[in-house]
Structure formats: structure tokens, C-alpha cells
């Protein structure tokens, strides 16, 4: 009975380490440039910045999603059981004041653990911290209990297709785009009604009414306002409920010229619109700039709109036409925003009636003649599909290693049994 207990528990202490670090480092490795910006956040909130190359910010971050990822999987599958449980230690042990650190004192808001598929505050991280401390000390305890699910002479090709497999979709991901987009300007979203709700919500407030008869104060809410022999003393007003607001009304975008808001002219434009977008001009890909050229000169001959959306100033604004020719209107707008909206320095996004209906890397811009059959918003496509596409990319490989080890066991075993 105390075996069965022991085994019982290390299974669930098991599936709570292992499932909560492959989820952490899918979620990076489907967003690497969204890990590589916390990671810049971090260098700002401890004055490392300047420190802190952009290239090695990547780096760290598909190094981080990776290891997480391998860690979770290592895990699930017994594989060098005391190696990880005592990774997973030493992990831990470096997290866990940092989250701690982080709810003190919140130099960020969001720890970006989860990316942006599951924020949690920083208390609640490091209480998600404890627990994984707590397990991943009672891995390593007893480690010897946790069964493996592949024989030990055949791990190493679970461990090494788990990391191809990593590697090659980071890569993916950062080439073209997220394969699933866990922010408010996916494809599909309405950001203009999402925008105008974000404006129009203030939270859920209460007010009540301070009355006062024959010296006793009281206070009513309007339905149960008394009658006249109670006289008006003050009212008084408290939020009982914050808003719930997308993200999306953080966008303000300006007229580059004349400093005009404009965010509700663009957002409220009808047929399509086209948003060109770069965080930061002075580092954006010019590569692509012939191909910007034929989508503005189609977007003035089929009357759609073309703007071209920038954290940069002026001189970068400058420095851009004159060295890609560009003629498209230029507006401001704060590059965490930019960089929310689309992970690529320059991305394009489509607009139609407000509505996502597109987005392109600068490293996959569409052709003006692939635009030019646009007749309504095309499907987005299910998200429940795509994580089966990428379930189906990974474990049905692995499935077959699987089920090589299991035929090899199987023979091992015959052959023993004629042997003996």
C-alpha cells in the first residue's frame, strides 16, 4: 500500500514537472521574438541593457524555450532521470528567488514564463515556482521510482529528436511568423470594435447614497433608496470591478506630420487597408523594399489605404524614404505596440473593415497579384488545427521510436527465453 502511494504521487509530482516545462518551452518556441523582448525587459529593469546585445537576446531565448522544452520531455519519458531531476533542481533554484524578487519589488509586470498564452501576475508565479521547487526536489529523491517509458540504449534518440525538433521550429517561427498568435492582433481579430470596447471600458463601479434620519447614517444604492424622511448627506462611489480590456486600446497612432491622432480614422477606414509595420526603421529589413513598392502603387490603384506605422523619429523617417523611395504616409506609434502587433521589423498587416485578415513577415510578402482576387476576409483557420498539425509533426515520429524500442524489447525478451 505505502509502495503504491509512493508511486502514485511521484507519477503526479512527474506530470506537474513535465507538463508545466513542455508547455513553458512550446509557447516560447512558437514566439521566440516574443521571449527575446521579456528578455530585453529584464536588461531594462536591472540597467543591463546596454549590456545586452540584441543578437544574444535571441539567442538566450531559443536557448531558454529549448532547454525547457527537453527538460519536459525528459521528464515525462524517464529518460537520464537523475541528470534532468537535478537540472530541474538547479533551474528552479535560480527562478524562484528571481520570481520572488520580481513580486517585491515588479519591475515587470508579467514574469513572461507562459508567453502571451497564459499571463499570470508575479505573485502567482512565484507561487507556481514553490510547487515546481517542491516537486523537483522529490524527483530527485526518488528518482529510481519513476519507470521509463524507453529503454535506456535507445533514449538518446527520443533526447535528440526532441531537440531537431525544437531547433528546426524556432527557426520556423522566427522566420516566418508564431504558427498560433496568442495576442490581440491575430489573424480573425476585430481590433477596431476590440479598440473602441477598450476606450469605452472603465471597469464596474457602485455607487451608494449616505443618508441620515434622526442622527443615524445609513447608506441606500439606488434601488433601495428610501423615502422622504431621510435626508441627503453624500454619495459615495467604489470600483467593485476592474475593465476587461484586450490590449488593443494601448493603441494611439499619430499623423507623423502634423501629430493628429488618427488611430480611429485608420481603424475605422472601410474595404481594406494595409499597415506597414516597423518598430524601428533604422534596423528594419530594406530588403523588401522593391516588393513595398508594387503593394503601395496596388494599393493606390484598387483605392485601399496604405500607412506605414513607426516608433522611429524623424531622421529615421527621413533616412527611410530617401533610401527605399517610399511615398506611403508615415505615422507614429509606441513600439511595444508595434512589436505586439507583429513579430518582424518590417511585418505587414491587412485590415479589412478593421477586422485581421492577414499578416506577413518581411520575409514572406505577398505579391500584388496574390492580393488581387481579395473579395472578403478569408478563413483564419481553427487554432485546434494547427496544434494538432504540430502534434502530428512531432509525436507521430516518435510514436515510431516508440514502437522500434517496443519491437526490440519484445525480441530481447524471445531471445532470452530460448537462451535460458
Not at 481594406?272 to 523588401?288: G, M, Q
Not at 496574390?370 to 485546434?384: F, I, N
Amino acid at each position: 500500500m505505502k509502495e503504491a502511494f509512493r508511486y502514485i504521487a511521484l507519477g503526479v509530482v512527474r506530470l506537474v514537472l513535465g507538463l508545466t516545462f513542455l508547455f513553458s518551452g512550446a509557447v516560447k518556441l512558437i514566439d521566440p521574438r516574443g521571449t527575446q523582448y521579456k528578455i530585453e525587459d529584464y536588461g531594462s529593469a536591472f540597467g543591463l541593457s546596454g549590456l545586452l546585445p540584441e543578437g544574444l537576446s535571441l539567442v538566450l531565448a531559443c536557448a531558454l524555450a529549448i532547454t525547457e522544452f527537453l527538460l519536459g520531455i525528459h521528464m515525462l519519458y524517464g529518460i537520464r532521470r537523475r541528470l534532468v531531476s537535478s537540472l530541474t533542481i538547479c533551474f528552479m533554484l535560480v527562478m524562484t528567488p528571481l520570481t520572488l524578487y520580481l513580486a517585491i519589488r515588479n519591475p515587470v509586470t508579467d514574469c513572461g514564463c507562459f508567453g502571451d498564452a497564459l499571463v499570470l501576475s508575479n505573485w502567482q508565479t512565484f507561487g507556481k515556482n514553490v510547487v515546481l521547487l517542491v516537486c523537483a526536489c522529490l524527483a530527485l529523491r526518488y528518482y529510481q521510482w519513476m519507470p521509463r517509458f524507453v529503454t535506456k540504449k535507445n533514449q538518446w534518440m527520443v533526447a535528440l529528436y526532441s531537440f531537431v525538433f525544437a531547433a528546426l521550429f524556432a527557426g520556423y517561427n522566427l522566420w516566418r511568423l508564431p504558427v498560433i498568435d496568442f495576442r490581440p492582433y491575430h489573424v480573425g481579430a476585430d481590433i477596431r470594435k476590440a479598440w473602441t470596447d477598450d476606450q469605452q471600458d472603465f471597469g464596474q463601479f457602485l455607487t451608494t447614497f449616505i443618508m441620515e434620519k434622526d442622527g443615524v447614517r445609513k447608506e441606500f444604492s439606488l434601488e433601495d433608496y428610501p423615502d422622504s424622511t431621510w435626508t441627503f448627506v453624500d454619495t459615495r462611489t467604489v470600483q467593485i470591478a476592474p475593465p476587461k480590456r484586450t490590449g488593443v486600446g494601448d493603441l494611439f497612432i499619430q499623423d507623423a506630420q502634423s501629430g493628429e491622432d488618427i488611430t480611429e480614422q485608420i481603424l475605422g477606414e472601410a474595404g481594406y487597408t494595409f499597415l506597414l509595420i516597423a518598430p524601428y526603421l533604422e534596423k528594419a529589413d530594406d530588403s523588401v523594399m522593391g516588393r513595398l513598392l508594387t503593394l503601395y502603387d496596388f494599393s493606390l490603384e484598387e483605392g485601399y489605404g496604405f500607412y506605414c506605422l513607426t516608433a522611429s523619429g524623424e531622421e529615421g523617417i527621413e533616412t527611410w524614404k530617401e533610401f527605399t523611395g517610399a511615398e506611403y504616409p508615415f505615422c507614429l506609434a509606441d513600439a511595444v505596440v508595434l512589436k505586439t502587433m507583429i513579430r518582424s521589423n518590417p511585418g505587414l498587416m491587412l485590415l479589412h473593415d478593421g477586422k485581421v485578415i492577414g499578416k506577413w513577415p518581411s520575409t514572406a510578402f505577398p505579391r500584388a497579384e496574390e492580393l488581387k482576387d481579395l473579395d472578403e476576409a478569408p478563413d483564419a483557420g481553427s487554432m485546434t488545427d494547427t496544434i494538432l498539425g504540430i502534434l502530428s509533426w512531432y509525436i507521430l515520429p516518435l510514436l515510431l521510436f516508440l514502437l522500434i524500442d517496443a519491437v526490440n524489447v519484445v525480441i530481447n525478451k524471445s531471445k532470452k527465453r530460448k537462451e535460458s
